[in-house]
Nanobody, 130 residues
Framework: QFVESGGGSVQSGGSLTLSCTAS????????IGWFRQVPGKEREGVAC????????TYTSSARGRFAIRRDNANNTVRLQMNSLNPEDTGVYYC?????????????????????????WGQGTQVTVSS
């Protein structure tokens, strides 16, 4: 399973680094996606790092501001978030996938991505105030 951490409350323009730590399996053998959810809205994809030619991908809301990185030594994937704004507020989750090109799926359709990613953690709350 996953444990997400690193959330908190920041002001607009601030930064946070979220961590997604796996237990019971080697995270480095899976594609890992970060998602976020706001109450009343569907969960949406944010970023993804894959193991094949899928590479790293960011959705439009995260591109240029967020960076996803693997720390295989600690069985962890981190999401560095800069220039945060109130629209980034939500609960952030990570999950894994072992299908072919899951990051391309996440980039194209969150609905399909939610079907191919699994082993969700409990999430970590990010609150950005203006």
């Amino acid at each position: 399973q996953f444990v997400e951490s690193g959330g908190g409350s920041v002001q607009s323009g601030g930064s946070l680094t979220l961590s997604c730590t796996a237990s019971g399996f080697t995270l480095g053998t899976y594609a890992i996606g970060w998602f976020r959810q706001v109450p009343g809205k569907e969960r949406e994809g944010v970023a993804c790092t894959s193991m094949d030619d899928d590479g790293i991908t960011y959705t439009s809301s995260a591109r240029g501001r967020f960076a996803i990185r693997r720390d295989n030594a600690n069985n962890t994937v981190r999401l560095q978030m800069n220039s945060l704004n109130p629209e980034d507020t939500g609960v952030y989750y990570c999950a894994r996938s072992d299908v072919r090109r899951p990051c391309a799926i996440l980039r194209a359709s969150t609905v399909h991505a939610l079907r191919v990613f699994a082993k969700w953690g409990q999430g970590t709350q990010v609150t950005v105030s203006s």
